[in-house]
């Protein structure tokens, strides 16, 4: 290494003396150049990750504060149910008086579930626990005496309980339960229960949007998540094992019904860190359980034992930085390519001042921007020194005017962020909210806080093309009185309602004309009105006014513009859905005559053929049989009959019956279906169902296959000619596997019959697969038989 390094010397030295300074003035700017360029890229960076992080805990934070206010808001609304008149006289009154008090007691919870898509069931329980009225009828009958929101409402205070698992119908439920009192104030008397979907804290989670990939979770006491920004599969599992006391403890609240165990995603990091007493605001996760770096930020709720994990991988946090350094970088480069051209250039001509100009270059590269550049020489070196200067002082009016930029843009994105935010309020709102005067309050309660403004109204038109006002904020009773309704192209609403194009007045007195006198006399200056489009028609118009002579800028123009599409927007949604309702009606009817048409064919269409052929046989052959034979084959046809007419009758009841009939074994099932096609059928059935074994199906998944079975070898028999039938069940990795084969004569199902009629039992086999959330397979050649094969998903509880 020392005899390289000689070499090298020497080398250098032998070179001329323009070469050696080209050389050192290179080392030097280039060295220079990488310092400052690594100071500013590291001291970027730690800027960006601040800043980003700091984000993060304000969105955790933010997130916590709206979920405390929703269960606020949850937990009022049930306190209220519970102080109802009706409620506490159906609980005071006694048995025998309960049944005049049933309809209007109930009518008020089927009102109170209407007032919200995330209420599924009211509940009245009287002091033991048991159910004296429901909206739903599975809880009828059931007594809630042990469930810890009944003890919880007993103690006289209002209970919202962890989201869990119903037992009744395994759908995931928030238990919230509130004491009734009637004549002691301080024993509850009855308890009102009402079950919420989790999408309630579900939807809040899921419309968090941190960065690109980030999300936010909520976790209860135990780790459990509640809730998952990106993938609803996580809810319920824990993030870490836990304990058996832990689980015996769920198992005994019944929180999770039937559930066998909670599953667990091995995060031990984080579970350590939401445990952590005081919670910090920040975690960055470097632990073997991430592929890369992450930062957390909990925040625990107030109202709950809930805590929000919000999460951002580094890749996006440090993203802006790495973009930064790049450009840094690229720029770099290119300077240090520009000032090796240029040195190359003078270095032949400049020899005396190259230490002073080096000695300024190296301020410069140190930031140093206030000390002036004076070298004195040769002309060359005078332009070259002035070209310093120059460069100096433009860096300087450019850093300043960054910096003042950056002050401005400030502002602005400040500005644009309240804007943004009331319109996002708008938006979030009219996706929920189902309610037309709500949405329009709202709307214009944003409007007027984005616009400064002290007043406006919401006109609406009629089928007439005249508006009326139907939400206002701010004006008195006379204003109220005088702006209540403009005729197409009356004053300033009425114009805007006409030709849907904004207004924007800085000073109403300046159209005294088209302002109404009530108006005028209330010295309302600043006017803007926008209106209410959608598909090239007006629904109305969306107006604020202002005591104050302002100036309302484009962009609170536009947003005042975008608030009243949203406003159009939803308003037409709403009547979308009611009339989608309508059709969906129809097509529910439709259905039900399809599945009735497919009983009738597979069921006594099928029965009256058979009878059909008997009788026709017993005809032909009357004459040639004994009278014993003849009186047999009757009593036989008379057993069918009958049995066609328990089907009938089975089949009518099972229309009028709204309540399902118990799971069943697979091979019962099979079997039993196989004994009455007995008479019917003359071809042998093999069967292999060993897989089957102890397996309970839902009584429709049985009737359907049991109907698919039937068609399947009658079609073999009377269709195929065949003499053995296969029936054989498979099972396999949650699917379940039913089929059928003949060694008949087989057909082409791409082919029409002979009487070019469709193949109606296929189509009507097809649907019932497809009512179960199966599929039909055929597969059959001519000559060759026929295999029917029924696939279905076969559920975990399905055992």
């Not at 995603?265 to 445990?275: D, I, K």
Request: aromatic share 6%.
């Amino acid at each position: 290494m020392r005899s390289l390094w000689r070499h090298l010397s020497q080398l250098f030295q032998r070179r001329s003396l323009a070469t050696r300074l080209i050389v050192l003035i290179l080392v030097v700017a280039t060295l220079a150049i990488t310092i400052l360029f690594y100071d500013l890229s590291h001291q970027n960076q730690r800027e960006i990750e601040e800043l980003q992080t700091n984000n993060l805990i304000n969105d955790a934070q933010e997130l916590a504060r709206s979920l405390d206010a929703l269960v606020e808001s949850e937990t009022s609304r049930i306190a209220n149910l519970s102080l109802s008149r009706a409620v506490q006289e159906f609980v005071s009154a006694r048995p025998d008086q309960r049944s005049a008090l049933f309809t209007p007691t109930l009518t008020d919870f089927t009102n109170f579930l209407d007032s919200s898509p995330a209420y599924r069931a009211v509940l009245l329980l009287d002091d033991s626990g048991e159910v004296l009225i429901s909206t739903q009828g599975s809880y009828v009958g059931q007594n809630f005496a042990s469930s810890d929101f009944f003890q919880e409402a007993l103690q006289n205070q209002v209970y919202m309980s962890n989201p869990g698992l119903s037992s009744l119908d395994r759908q995931a439920v928030i238990w919230v339960a509130a004491p009734v009192y009637t004549d002691d104030p301080l024993t509850p008397a009855g308890i009102v229960v009402v079950t919420l979907s989790p999408e309630l804290l579900w939807n809040p989670v899921e419309r968090l949007a941190i960065g690109e990939h980030g999300y936010a979770i909520l976790l209860d006491q135990y780790g459990i998540r509640l809730a998952h920004g990106r993938d609803r599969t996580y809810i319920f599992r824990s993030l870490a094992p836990l304990p058996p006391d832990v689980w015996a403890e769920l198992q005994a609240s019944n929180r999770f019904g039937a559930l066998p165990e909670i599953m667990d995603t091995g995060s031990y990091t984080l579970w350590n860190y939401v445990q952590t007493k005081p919670l910090p605001s920040l975690l960055i996760d470097a632990s073997d359980e991430q592929p890369q770096r992450v930062y957390y930020s909990a925040a625990p709720l107030e109202t709950r034992n809930w805590t929000v994990v919000a999460m951002l991988p580094e890749a996006e946090v440090l993203a802006p930085a790495n973009r930064v350094t790049s450009h840094g970088m690229a720029a770099a480069i290119l300077l240090t390519v520009l000032l090796g051209l240029t040195v190359v250039w003078m270095a032949q001509r400049i020899m005396q001042p190259v230490p002073q100009l080096v000695k300024a270059a190296t301020k410069i590269a140190h930031g140093d921007l206030s000390t002036p550049i004076e070298v004195k020489g040769v002309a060359e070196l005078s332009v070259l020194a002035e070209s310093f200067e120059s460069m100096r002082c433009n860096l300087q009016d450019s850093q300043d005017q960054l910096a003042q930029w950056a002050r401005t843009l400030e502002v602005r994105v400040a500005q644009r962020t309240q804007e943004l935010a009331a319109l996002s309020e708008v938006v979030a709102f009219a996706s929920l909210s189902q309610s037309r005067p709500q949405l329009m309050d709202t709307a214009l309660a944003q409007s007027l806080k984005a616009m400064n403004a002290e007043m406006g109204g919401i006109w609406i038109a009629d089928g007439d093309g005249i508006v009326h006002l139907q939400a206002y904020r701010g004006l008195d009773d006379e204003l109220i009185e005088g702006l209540t309704t403009f005729e197409t192209g009356e004053g300033l609403i009425g114009r805007v309602q006409k030709t849907g194009e904004p207004v924007v007045l800085d000073d109403l007195s300046q159209a005294p004309r088209l302002a109404k006198a009530v108006v005028q006399e209330r010295l309302i200056r600043a006017f803007v009105a926008v209106p209410l489009r959608i598909h090239g028609q007006n629904l109305g118009v969306l107006a604020v006014f202002s005591q104050v002579q302002q100036y309302f800028s484009p962009e609170v123009v536009l947003l005042a513009a975008s608030i009243a599409r949203q406003i159009a927007l939803t308003l037409d949604n709403l009547n979308l859905v009611e009339q989608v309702q309508r059709q969906a009606h129809s097509v529910a009817r439709l259905q039900e005559r399809e599945r009735i048409g497919a009983e009738i064919h597979d069921s006594m269409a099928q029965t009256l053929s058979y009878l059909y052929l008997q009788a026709d046989q017993l005809a032909d052959d009357s004459l040639t049989i004994s009278p014993q034979e003849v009186k047999s084959r009757l009593l036989n046809l008379r057993e069918v009959i009958a049995a066609l007419t328990s089907e009938t009758r089975q089949m009518i009841a099972q229309l009028r019956d709204v309540s399902p009939p118990p799971p069943a074994n697979l091979e019962t099932i099979i079997r039993a279906e196989l004994d009455k096609l007995s008479d019917e059928l003359k071809i042998e059935v093999r069967l292999d169902l060993q897989q089957a074994g102890a397996l309970a199906i839902p009584a429709e998944t049985g009737t359907e296959l049991t109907r698919i079975v039937g068609e399947a070898l009658r079609n073999a028999q009377k269709h195929g000619h065949a003499d053995v039938a296969w029936l054989t069940f498979e099972r396999e990795n949650g699917t379940a596997f039913l089929s059928v084969q003949d060694n008949g004569s087989g057909f082409n199902p791409t082919q029409s019959p002979r009487d070019n009629r469709p193949h109606f039992g296929l189509s009507v086999m097809q649907a019932r697969a497809a009512r179960i959330g199966g599929q039909l397979k055929i597969n059959s050649e001519m000559g060759k038989g026929t295999r029917i094969e029924i696939v279905w998903p076969v559920n975990s509880q399905e055992r």
